[in-house]
């Protein structure tokens, strides 16, 4: 079992919708989640941040941690076709600046 | 131009050559990563370097030799290039020196697209 588990999809979705994106992890240090969106033929950008448990919001975008649970998900409200993307979750332990990474989840957002 | 950058965009290579992709950054990042993506399993971790003259091993090094000899170049060398290496390479580089947040996480190049024929 890999440390990070991340449904491959792909996710299809009509423009306006609401998207829920989930990663589950197992190793309990972790402690810095990160959400990166990948367009196709391009390198990973970073998407939002997040340390420890809790919400974070940056527009269309929250990023939710629950430790408790080991879950992070990212939601997208009113997606768009511009959403369409590999959307991967990355987390890291405390002290360790190497990230985990998810396989990523295909996204397509149809007009 | 700031930031990192990556070549050849594309390379072609035979099987049995040594190819080096190369990795540049600008903003004197004392992390420096090098990952594969592959259709199945995501990003795989390569080799990292925390500073200059300061390398390790990640997930998949077998095949693959690393140098760092000044912080800003972090060269991948394929040094007998198999089929099974055929990928899409990146390059990424962080700054743990910052205050925790987006600065001290993965930035990465637009990639390498390598083919092994």
């Known amino acids: 079992q890999k440390e990070v588990e991340q449904d491959p999809g792909p996710l299809s979705v009509p423009e306006g919708a609401i998207v829920s994106l989930n990663c589950t992890y197992s190793n309990s240090a972790f402690q810095y989640f990160m959400w990166y969106r990948q367009y196709s033929r391009k390198g990973p950008e970073l998407l939002m941040y997040?340390?420890?448990?809790g919400n974070k919001e940056d527009g269309r975008f929250t990023a939710q941690v629950d430790k408790s649970s080991k879950y992070i998900s990212l939601f997208i409200r009113d997606s768009q076709p511009s959403d369409s993307a590999t959307y991967l979750c990355a987390m890291r332990a405390g002290g360790s600046y190497i990230p985990t990474f998810g396989r990523g989840t295909s996204l397509i957002v149809h007009p | 131009d700031a930031g990192i950058t990556q070549s050849p965009r594309y390379k072609i290579t035979e099987t049995g050559r040594q190819v080096t992709l190369m990795c540049h950054q600008t903003?004197?990042?004392?992390?420096m990563f090098w990952y594969r993506q592959d259709l199945g399993h995501g990003l795989r971790l390569i080799y990292y370097s925390a500073a200059a003259d300061i390398t390790d091993k990640g997930e998949v090094p077998d095949g693959y030799v690393v140098s760092r000899s000044k912080t800003e170049n972090f060269p991948l060398t394929l040094e007998s290039a198999t089929r099974s290496q055929t990928s899409v390479y990146f390059c990424?580089?962080?700054?743990?020196?910052?205050?925790?947040?987006?600065?001290?996480?993965?930035?990465f190049g637009q990639g390498t697209r390598l083919t092994v024929v």
């Open positions: 997040t340390y420890s448990s």
């Open positions: 903003w004197s990042h004392s992390y």
């Open positions: 990424a580089s962080s700054d743990p020196g910052q205050a925790q947040g987006v600065r001290t996480e993965a930035f």
